[in-house]
């Protein structure tokens, strides 16, 4: 009897329990930063057990073109994490703050080493979409009701814009792909996503979002599996379930949409336009110059703002009356924190990533296998797009583990010039 059980039932490996726990991990990260810190631990702690009992790899095997990017991460690591040292004011405050890149690498390589092969990335999309399906009703009607009210950063409309944009790519390809059969799940993942972005109310993220629907839409469309009927009926679904919200929410969230519309048509008002991050930006510039080669650090940037407030009034429209954290911009942040060899650090491996996710795009038309590289592709350039008024980095405690997940699920996706030695069908 109980080989017959071990024949029907795989044995949970130390590969495989590191594996669905750092996925359910990222999954539920959106529930509060508690989720995925203990599942990486545990995931690394798994990893180091295989290696100390089996001798199994650490390391992970990669192609040549994806090592430049590995590399430009490392030294944009090293560089932001250790450049600005000289003038760091104690060790507390650097290790705070070295955590964020830190962080952000370690998500890179559970990714890279755990989500390596085709069954592996399908059963980590599933999962995120199946778990943040739930989540998103908790967070969308925020402020007007709330359902659980777990993890209070997601009250933040920035934060929920973040947040939808990264769940896009998932809801939309996983719909009009491993769901194409079911009309009833395609079309609640559609509406879900469009819902999520709009209850955002986040101008920047509407536009992203706008973006991410039109490389979408090409694709799709290319790929046959879109067409004007799908288009009408999520246009008239996103409209008429907007309306019944509308009406049974009340007044407070047309209130809302209809400030966000004005923003965006304020052509002529640069303030109301960027909702004052203009000047944010520009104090922002000024306190990077002061250490443009070496940086000055993460984390630093609330508390160096308060000292110098006042010496920066004359850059200032208005006054900021408000504590500014952080500069509302990634590439901002970056030059602040780890100085300008950090940002061309970081965005030679952007640039080399987006060009990878765009080759493998191409390829994939004809493929009816759910699209990672439209999925990486998508999520890289609206990222880029929604960093010029966000920042992913700040979002490091929850929602953006996701992204560092499908940054380096990428990286392990084979391309073209795969080496005859790497098979996509690794354990």
């Known amino acids: 009897m109980t080989n017959v059980f071990r024949q029907r039932l795989p044995l949970l490996t130390y590969e495989i329990f590191a594996f669905w726990i750092y996925v359910l991990g990222v999954a539920m990260t959106a529930f509060g930063p508690i989720a995925h810190y203990i599942s990486w631990f545990l995931a690394l702690l798994s990893l180091l057990y295989g290696r100390i009992r089996y001798g199994a790899h650490l390391a992970v095997e990669v192609e040549p073109e994806d090592r430049k990017i590995i590399y430009s991460l490392i030294f944009f690591l090293l560089w932001s994490m250790f450049a600005h040292i000289p003038h760091i004011d104690s060790f507390y405050t650097w290790g705070k703050g070295a955590s964020i890149p830190l962080e952000f690498i370690t998500g890179l390589y559970l990714a890279m080493r755990l989500i390596n092969t085709s069954e592996r990335r399908n059963a980590f999309g599933l999962t995120v979409v199946a778990i943040n399906l739930v989540f998103c009703f908790d967070v969308m009607f925020r402020p007007d009701f709330s359902v659980l009210g777990w993890n209070a950063s997601l009250d933040n409309g920035n934060s929920v814009a973040s947040y939808s944009l990264l769940l896009m790519p998932f809801f939309f390809c996983y719909a009009f792909w491993y769901f194409e059969k079911n009309i009833l799940l395609k079309y609640l993942l559609c509406?879900?996503?469009?819902?999520?972005?709009?209850?955002?109310?986040?101008?920047?993220?509407?536009?992203?979002?706008?973006?991410?629907?039109?490389?979408?839409?090409?694709?799709a469309a290319s790929s046959k599996k879109i067409n004007l009927k799908s288009v009408i009926v999520?246009?008239?679904?996103?409209?008429?379930?907007?309306?019944?919200?509308?009406?049974?929410?009340?007044?407070?969230?047309?209130?809302?949409?209809?400030?966000?519309?004005?923003?965006?048509?304020?052509?002529?008002?640069?303030?109301v336009l960027t909702t004052n991050r203009k000047d944010i930006w520009n104090v922002s510039l000024l306190m990077a110059?002061?250490?443009?080669?070496?940086?000055?650090?993460?984390?630093?940037?609330?508390?160096?703002?308060?000292?110098?407030?006042?010496?920066?009034?004359?850059?200032?429209?208005?006054?900021?009356?408000?504590?500014?954290?952080?500069?509302?911009?990634?590439?901002?942040?970056?030059?602040?924190?780890?100085?300008?060899?950090?940002?061309?650090?970081?965005?030679?491996?952007?640039?080399?990533?987006?060009?990878?996710?765009?080759?493998?795009?191409?390829?994939?038309?004809?493929?009816?296998?759910?699209?990672?590289?439209?999925?990486?592709?998508?999520?890289?350039?609206?990222?880029?797009?929604?960093?010029?008024?966000?920042?992913?980095?700040?979002?490091?405690?929850?929602?953006?583990?996701?992204?560092?997940?499908?940054?380096?699920?990428?990286?392990?996706?084979?391309?073209?010039?795969?080496?005859?030695?790497?098979?996509?069908?690794?354990?």
């Open 289 to 427: 110059k002061v250490h443009p080669v070496l940086g000055s650090g993460w984390t630093t940037f609330g508390t160096v703002f308060e000292k110098k407030r006042n010496e920066m009034a004359d850059v200032l429209s208005q006054s900021l009356e408000k504590h500014i954290s952080h500069p509302h911009n990634m590439c901002l942040s970056i030059v602040y924190s780890g100085g300008i060899p950090a940002l061309l650090f970081f965005m030679i491996a952007y640039v080399l990533s987006i060009k990878k996710s765009w080759s493998g795009v191409r390829d994939e038309i004809d493929s009816d296998e759910i699209p990672w590289n439209l999925i990486c592709y998508i999520s890289l350039v609206s990222i880029l797009i929604y960093g010029t008024n966000g920042d992913v980095f700040e979002g490091r405690r929850d929602v953006s583990v996701i992204f560092w997940a499908v940054w380096g699920l990428l990286l392990v996706i084979p391309g073209k010039s795969q080496s005859s030695h790497i098979s996509d069908k690794r354990a």
């Open 191 to 219: 509406l879900t996503s469009i819902l999520l972005i709009i209850f955002s109310f986040s101008s920047g993220g509407w536009i992203t979002a706008a973006v991410q629907l039109i490389i979408f839409a090409t694709y």
């Open 234 to 271: 999520l246009v008239v679904g996103s409209l008429l379930i907007l309306s019944i919200i509308f009406y049974v929410l009340g007044k407070g969230p047309v209130d809302s949409m209809k400030r966000e519309l004005v923003q965006m048509m304020s052509f002529n008002n640069v303030d």
